[in-house]
């Protein structure tokens, strides 16, 4: 196999044309339909006329937790840490970000966005590149009252409070990604209910994005990239459902390159 280098993937992208705001309507976003035949630009919405009754739509419910934590150090240096994956009611391993790399033992307290609140996490240890957390309280409640929503790195604007729902899809269900499963921000409550009404059948799995969706490839030669290990789920009646609908001859369609890879690893 030819090996393939981080340079073969070089390409101009203007920095005007890197949205940092959502359209108000998610269906309204661009589509860009190709087939054989045919290269078309569409909006999502138009994704209903290239569906049809039969097809099974394979989704990702994972909700994005609000990962970004900022504070201080008890020596009064700042510190940023970004939840890699909750480990436990009490746990997580996190990317964290200081003057200098804390000990284990070492305290960092979080403050909460707008008040005097703080959060008290001690360092336990290493996991590689990432740092082992135990939280005083349970993680999820911490992050939801302390944390900060995870936006992309180019994303330039600091997370405003529409981004807790917008950087959400509608369907999401189980806390646990530092990412948006992007593919499906697109889908509104209306659209769903016009595919189910086609005949189009949907079903989810769940895969929490973790941090390593941010991390840049540092290395020229790409099989030396390390790619970090994600969390899924796939439901056994899901399973099921998709070995039926590709016995039937039935389509089936990964919402994203995150159902995808749910898929890819269960089978």
């Known amino acids: 196999m030819q090996e393939q280098h981080l340079s073969d ?28 035949e045919v290269i078309e630009d569409c909006t999502f919405r138009d994704i ?27 020596t009064g240096g700042a510190v940023e840490a970004l939840i890699e994956r909750v480990t436990g009611e009490f746990t997580a391993i996190a990317m964290v970000r200081a003057s200098k790399s804390p000990k284990p033992g070492s305290k960092l307290f979080f403050a909460a966005p707008g008040t005097d609140l703080k959060a008290e996490v001690e360092v336990t240890g290493r996991a590689g590149e990432f740092f082992e957390l135990k939280f005083a309280e349970p993680v999820l409640q911490v992050l939801e009252a302390f944390g ?11 997370p405003e ?9 509608v369907y999401a269900r189980h ?13 509104t409550d209306d659209l769903l209910n016009r595919l189910k009404a086609k005949g189009v059948d949907i079903e989810y799995v769940t895969l929490h994005v973790g941090a390593g969706t941010f991390q840049p490839v540092r290395v020229e030669n790409l099989s030396e990239h390390h790619m970090h290990s994600e969390w ?8 099921a459902r998709i070995n039926e609908a590709k016995v039937q001859g039935r389509r089936v369609i990964a919402v994203g390159t995150t159902s995808l890879r749910t898929l890819e690893s269960a089978a």
Do not use: C, W
Request: charged share 25%.
């Open 175 to 187: 806390p646990g990604a530092v990412a948006a499963p992007t593919a499906g921000l697109h889908f």
């Open 148 to 158: 900060r929503v995870p936006l992309p790195p180019y994303i330039e604007h600091a």
């Open 9 to 36: 993937f070089d390409f101009e992208l203007p920095p005007e044309l890197i949205a940092q705001y959502p359209l108000a309507d998610r269906a309204a976003s661009r589509l860009l339909h190709i087939t054989e």
């Open 161 to 169: 409070k529409a981004d807790e729902s917008r950087y959400q899809t």
């Open 48 to 74: 209903e006329k290239f569906l049809r009754p039969g097809d099974l739509l394979i989704a990702n419910n994972t909700r994005v937790i609000k990962a970004r934590l900022l504070g201080a150090k008890a």
């Open 232 to 239: 899924f789920s796939m439901p056994e009646d899901v399973a």
